[in-house]
């Protein structure tokens, strides 16, 4: 029997958003999964903003897309997944359902292996992560992209179109003008005219897995798609002090104007999150601050 619950489990990040709950995961399951039925469910609290994860007995996870822009990630995640999986480095979480709306709840959703793992600091994780991490990139790059027109929200062709609620979110900020100016220099680099890669497009600390310091998984694919490699360059500043960052780098032969439009997406993701998850989603909006720490130490060495 499961215990009572309350309708949500963590406080609410989005307006309208779709309330999960153990109860939920549980007919979801019943229903749709009947051989995973009366494994033990466990609300997993994460840096995530797009997703609800329920852990299902020890080998398992449900993950309920919970806000409208999500909707649509499970079909992507698991297509992503499947494509891409068995030519990666690093742990992801292998697909084993993808769930139908019902029962309430209005999306599809997916089941995925649970990956063993825990997020870190920087200051947590071994020397050779952004090796690894970087092993990772080249070979996510390197698989054939064969047509494929997933478009990711960071890492596409059209950074400018950030552009009004990136200077918004600054003032917002305090307005910095150095901020201001990192952006401005992201819109001006030249922009990638090389074909599309396949991205992640979201690596940041919520989404890096790490057992006894090594990295060993990344998960949430939701986002992923084929696009400019710079999007992919975020965690030099999403996750790395200064000499991670210079680490990371020379593993990765991108030219400066690449770097630029890197930095560009990172200030995008962080200025953006700060101001909206400051008081509902803490891991992310330190993932946010660590971001425009790095962006402004790096430019005043």
Same mark, same amino acid.
């Given at each position: ?17 779709? #309330? ?40 398992? #996870? ?17 297509? !992503? ?27 599809? =959703? ?30 996510? %790059? ?5 047509? %494929? ?30 901020? !201001?100016?990192?952006? %401005? ?6 922009? =990638? ?36 490699? #710079? ?51 803490? !891991? ?9 720490? %790095?962006?402004?130490?790096?430019? #005043?060495?």
């Amino acid at each position: 029997m499961l215990p009572a619950v309350a309708p949500v489990l963590h406080a609410s990040m989005h307006d309208g958003e779709v #309330a999960t709950n153990v109860s939920l995961v549980d007919e979801l399951i019943r229903t749709q999964f009947p051989r995973w039925h009366g494994l033990p469910i466990t609300h997993v609290r994460h840096g995530g903003t797009s997703h609800a994860i329920y852990r299902l007995g020890d080998e398992l #996870a449900v993950r309920l897309p919970h806000r409208d822009w999500s909707t649509g990630q499970a079909e992507r995640e698991t297509a !992503v997944l499947r494509l891409l999986t068995r030519h990666l480095p690093i742990a992801v979480p292998e697909p084993v359902g993808l769930g139908e709306p019902g029962s309430g709840f209005p999306s599809r =959703w997916t089941v995925v292996r649970w990956l063993p793992g825990d997020t870190a600091t920087v200051g947590a994780v071994r020397e050779d992560t952004p090796v690894r991490l970087a092993e990772l990139i080249h070979a996510l %790059q390197g698989i054939e992209v064969n047509g %494929q027109q997933w478009v990711p929200h960071r890492g596409n062709a059209h950074q400018e179109k950030g552009d009004d609620r990136v200077r918004e979110c600054i003032a917002e900020l305090g307005g910095d003008q150095r901020l !201001v100016d990192l952006w %401005q220099e992201a819109l001006d680099a030249p922009r =990638w005219d090389g074909p599309g890669r396949w991205l992640h497009a979201d690596l940041h600390g919520g989404n890096l897995l790490f057992t006894d310091g090594e990295l060993t998984g990344v998960v949430d694919w939701g986002c992923a798609g084929v696009g400019d490699p #710079a999007g992919d360059l975020m965690p030099a500043w999403l996750f790395f002090d200064e000499p991670g960052r210079r680490a990371f780098r020379r593993e990765l032969s991108f030219d400066d104007a690449t770097w630029r439009r890197a930095r560009g997406w990172a200030l995008h993701l962080a200025v953006l999150g700060l101001p909206y998850y400051r008081d509902t989603n803490p !891991v992310f909006a330190d993932i946010c601050r660590h971001t425009l720490h %790095q962006l402004l130490a790096e430019r #005043a060495g």
